[in-house]
């Protein structure tokens, strides 16, 4: 069965600090792994990895694939209180339908 | 903002009822995929509905049932509500890309709340 799994479950910090997401998985067929922040409700698309080793960079945001080991960073750097968010992994499996697999997100509070 | 509205934003049901709750797409955007997450959970596959047609199933009963409209808007139904069943409920629409061989991006809306009492 696939699975994703995310850590850690929850990460207080303080402004300007920076972090490092974690995400490992198993999936048959890999397609590709995104990146959502959710606030509130809609899960914003953050980042999609198709790719071992290739940076993806949205300002103070990056991440990176590794394919071999089976696992994804997202990075934030300087971070700000409007960082606060949970932070959600899902994989894409190849066949069939389109549909993603979650891990249950990291709580991400960064404090002034 | 994506483009993806749903309707309607809370919803409060008791057990044994049936609800209807309702995506539209983001313009452009055939297939729709629909989400079920618990609090503290990631969302959860329920099906996907592509150009009308069901296009895949999460491990979710029958009472879920869905349809996708000509215009690609899309319905999810629940039938025998149970508690269980409260939950945040998330339509996503992308573009469908395994035709091509690519990979699209799933677009979330804004999510309808369901209490079941």
């Known amino acids: 069965e696939d699975k994703v799994v995310q850590s850690p479950l929850s990460l207080v910090v303080h402004e300007g600090d920076t972090v490092t997401l974690n995400c490992s998985y198993e999936v048959t067929n890999f397609r590709s792994l995104l990146w959502y922040k959710q606030e509130k409700k809609a899960p914003t698309f953050l980042f999609m990895l198709t790719s071992s080793g290739i940076e993806k960079k949205s300002g103070r945001l990056s991440s990176i694939l590794d394919k071999k080991e089976l696992f994804s960073i997202l990075n934030i750097t300087a971070t700000q209180t409007g960082d606060s968010a949970v932070y959600l992994c899902a994989v894409e499996a190849q066949g069939g339908s389109e549909k993603l697999v979650f891990g249950k997100g990291t709580k991400l509070t960064v404090n002034p | 903002e994506t483009g993806v509205t749903q309707s309607p934003t809370h919803l409060i049901k008791t057990r044994g009822q049936q609800v209807t709750l309702r995506c539209s797409s983001q313009s452009g955007h055939n297939t729709v995929s629909w989400y079920q997450q618990a609090l503290g959970q990631g969302p959860q596959f329920i099906f996907q509905y592509y150009r009308e047609e069901e296009n895949g199933r999460g491990n979710f009963p029958p009472r879920f049932s869905g349809l996708q409209f000509p215009n690609y808007s899309s319905e999810l139904n629940v039938n025998a509500l149970e508690l269980d069943d409260s939950a945040l409920y998330l339509c996503?629409?992308?573009?469908?890309?395994?035709?091509?061989?690519?990979?699209?991006?799933?677009?979330f809306g804004p999510g309808t709340r369901l209490t079941v009492l």
């Open positions: 996503a629409s992308s573009p469908y890309g395994l035709a091509g061989g690519g990979t699209d991006t799933q677009y």
